[in-house]
């Protein structure tokens, strides 16, 4: 259990750091705050990872967990817009991050039932 906290500790300071680099534009002190975020989400996928999460399943919902919130916290924070089709775009990289999740599930239940 302990690789999921990684893996959303590491999504939320992905956010962090991805909307304090919009914010660093007009306050540069926010650039402190993108280092820390970049530096400490990697660290926390590498912990992930460590803890036995398969790297694709790990970085693809890392990846498109950051695309979905970063877009979403942007409209709210900095009032940038959230089409229709940009939301489409967001459910379909949520459903490409599910169907690697299954497949590697059904490939880890495969490779069970052969040993």
């Known amino acids: 259990m302990n690789k999921w906290f990684f893996l959303a ?6 956010v962090t750091g991805s909307l304090s ?8 002190g926010f650039f402190a705050l993108v280092a820390v975020g970049y530096l400490g989400s990697f660290t926390l996928l590498a912990g992930a990872l460590r803890q ?29 817009p959230l089409t ?7 459910a379909v990289i949520i459903g490409g991050v599910l169907c690697v999740e299954l497949g590697q599930q059904a490939a ?5 039932e052969s040993l």
Do not use: C, H, R
């Not at 680099?21 to 540069?28: H, R």
């Not at 399943?57 to 970063?70: H, K, M, N, P, R």
């Open 9 to 14: 500790g590491a999504i939320v300071l992905e």
């Open 108 to 112: 880890t239940k495969k490779q069970k």
């Open 84 to 90: 229709a089709l940009m939301t489409v775009g967001i």
């Open 52 to 80: 036995g999460m398969p790297l694709g399943v790990g970085y693809g919902i890392w990846g498109a967990s950051g695309v979905a919130l970063t877009a979403l916290l942007s409209a709210v924070i900095f009032g940038e």
């Open 21 to 28: 680099l919009k914010a660093a534009i007009d306050a540069p």
